[in-house]
Each structure stands twice: as C-alpha cells, then as structure tokens.
C-alpha cells in the first residue's frame, strides 16, 4: 500500500521503500526470483541504464516490480528500432542502504549513463549521493523521501514524495466527508511512515479533521495492535488512517476482525501487494481505500496493454511500482529523444541534458497524464482513489 495528490491509495506493505513510496525496513515478504540483466538492444548502440533494488529478501515485491515494469518498456523501445535503444542492468541491494552503494559502483563499473536510483528510500539516500557525486542523472521509480531529492539537483523522482501523501490523504477524507472523527497508526521508526504521518495530522487540523487517537509502533512491537485498535474504537473513530505498509496492517486488520471492530481503513501506496501477500485473507481488507498514481483494472488501452504483458511474462497482475518503473524508461526515452543525446555522449553530458529536459517537459504516462517536475526532482501527478472490492482494486473516481 507512487511518489499523492487527491484520492484514495494502495494496500499495506511491508516498509521504507519507496512506494511512491519511497519505503523503509521491508518485513518479510515472498521473494520473487528475476535476472537482474536485461539483453541489450538487439542492434546498434545504447544506452546503458541502470537501478538497484531488492531483488531477494523481504521488499523483493517492489524490487522486481519495478525492475520488470522497467524490462517491459526496454523491450517495447528496442524492438520499435528507432534512434533510442536501452541496455538494463538492475543490481540486488536488498533493501540495505550499504549493499546499495556496493550494487550502485558495481553498474558505475559496468559504464551506467542513465540510472534508475535505488527502488527504497533507505537505499536511495545513500545512492543518490552517489548519482550526486558522479553526475549520473536518476529517475527513481518508487523512492519516496525528501532526503532522495534534497540537495542534489540531478535526483528525480516517479512517485509521489512521503509528505505528499498525508496532505493528500486528508484532503481527500475532507473532500469527500469520510469521517467526522478519524484515528491513525503509524510505524514510528520508519522515515516512510513517518513522514505521511506528520503531513497528515497537520492537514487534518487545518481541515478540521478531528484526530481522536494518533498510536505508534516499532520494529519488535510490530505484532499486537491490540492497544492502538482498542484505543481508536474506544474513542469512537469512524476511519483509521494507515500510513505503513501492507505487512502491519495484514495483522492490524485480522485482529480488528477478532475484537468486532469495523471502522474505515484508509491506507497508502506501500499497501499495494497485500492482496498477493501469502496466506493472507483478502475478505480482511475489503473496503480498504487508498490512493495510487495507478488502476490496473483500468480500460486505458496503454494500462490495458501494460497489464496483459506484465500478466502474460510474470503471471501476476502488475502494481503501482511495476507502473513507476515502466514509466521512468518512457520518460528517458522522451527527455533523450528531445535533447538529441547519443550513446556515445559523457554520463556528465547527459545528466546537464536531462536536468534540462526533465524540468521543462510535460510527459504522459500509466501513472498519470500531464506530468511535470520541478526543479527539486518533485513530480506533479494526479492520483486515483481505489478501493478493494471482492479481492480486486476498483476505482472511486
């Protein structure tokens, strides 16, 4: 549950990654095996872009999400045989900010020009000073903290920053008058959570959203949420805000079950995954709402396309990363094309050309129309309120 906007997000995760956003301490969740090489172009040069990511271990669902989103667009832009042709290269850093920095030198050495960033934000702040440092340009796609971004002007971001979400979040509650009284549970060892977190509660007081309970956990305490539930429904909220990802909320939701307590659940991109998540009920999370840059179940011809290939290569349907990571490969291929960049170009040459275009163009993607960037690295999109019915994200708007 990309890096939000206006509407309703994404079902509960496991940490720091990224989703949009952003995300931290990913808990355990099935590991998805995929090489993390992609062939090169099938003829003449290219370029060679390439992104760190957990590919193993407990954030491996947003690893390879992006990196196969990323796979499917590469293919698609080589076989049309035009002037713009990518070699991808993605290295596991299992969601550990000094393997990161180990995976990043690594494709530094294989000669990378363009890169992807890192897929969490732990990782991602230690290698966007890397990318910093070297001046080789980043577009992450699910990377979600300020700290990526902030004080490097050659570090971009797909998805929504952290903050962005709260805001986002209770506006949309506002909005749509969701809930007079609202109580929120949040990780507070997580910079993910964290930060939607404090964007939220400052919204919600200039919204006048009555906050009646605001619990935390961390990591070691992660596995009763009795106190926090039984707090929010003894103080009567009608709607829990969620900003975590979807492995806590999997056992917040089982264990509100048990105790008979059924408020609103509204939940954020790092909950996109819990309707896979392994062994888990999805009757649990139904009427969970949440905001995403992405509908899988949308009648778009482009998602459509994107869906059936993503189902057809990794028999799964594809997430709010897989999307993000397919974008960030369209958007290069565009900000190339527009600055007339070649293969044989200096990484430093090309990074000056895509800070340049980057900040001055406006790019159409799955996960949203109109895109633009500030020069901070910041997107500017438009979410989708979701809500999962019957086992499936259905949209709201």
């Known amino acids: 549950m990309k890096k939000l906007f206006a509407l309703a997000m994404a079902a509960v995760m496991t940490m720091s990654l990224a989703a949009c956003g952003g995300k931290e301490d990913a808990p355990a969740a099935p590991a998805a095996s995929a090489p993390a090489a992609s062939a090169p172009a099938a003829s003449g040069a290219a370029f060679k872009l390439g992104g760190t990511g957990p590919l193993t271990g407990g954030a491996a669902i947003y690893g390879n999400a992006a990196k196969n989103g990323a796979q499917i ?59 910093y440092a070297d001046r080789i340009f980043a577009l992450t796609p699910s990377a979600s903290s300020t700290a990526t971004v902030e004080g490097k002007d050659n570090f971009f971001q797909m998805c929504f920053m952290d903050p962005n979400q709260g805001s986002a979040s209770a506006q949309y509650i506002a909005d749509k008058a969701m809930a007079t009284k609202v109580a929120v549970i949040w990780k507070n060892d997580d910079v993910y959570s964290k930060g939607i977190h404090d964007t939220f509660v400052a919204k919600a007081a200039e919204l006048n959203i009555e906050i009646v309970s605001d619990t935390t956990f961390a990591d070691g305490n992660d596995t009763d949420f009795s106190v926090q539930l039984s707090d929010a ?104 094309e527009a600055a007339n960049c070649t293969p044989d170009m200096s990484r430093e040459e090309i990074c ?41 994200y259905v949209g709201l708007d």
Not at 85 to 113: R, S
Not at 353 to 380: E, K, N, P, R, Y
């Open 233 to 336: 429904q003894t103080k009567g909220a009608e709607l829990v805000f969620l900003p975590m990802y979807y492995q806590p909320a999997s056992l917040i939701f089982a264990q509100a079950s048990g105790m008979g307590y059924a408020p609103k659940w509204f939940g954020v991109d790092g909950m996109d995954g819990i309707l896979t998540m392994e062994n888990f009920d999805t009757s649990l999370a139904e009427g969970v709402i949440l905001l995403t840059p992405f509908n899988a179940d949308s009648d778009d011809a482009a998602t459509a396309a994107f869906v059936a290939e993503y189902q057809k290569r990794f028999g799964e349907t594809p997430n709010q990363f897989a999307a993000d990571g397919y974008d960030c490969v369209y958007a290069y291929k565009q900000a190339l």
């Open 73 to 131: 667009a590469v293919d698609e832009i080589n076989a049309m045989d035009g002037a713009i042709k990518f070699e991808l290269k993605y290295e596991d850093d299992t969601h550990d900010p000094e393997k990161a920095v180990n995976a990043y030198n690594a494709l530094k050495d294989w000669g990378m020009q363009i890169s992807l960033g890192s897929v969490t934000s732990k990782p991602a702040e230690a290698t966007s000073a890397e990318n």
């Open 352 to 392: 000056d050309a895509m800070i340049q275009q980057f900040t001055t163009m406006t790019f159409d993607g799955l996960t949203g129309d109109g895109m633009t960037w500030s020069t901070d690295g910041t997107v500017t999109k438009s979410p989708k309120g979701m809500m999962i019915q019957n086992g499936v």
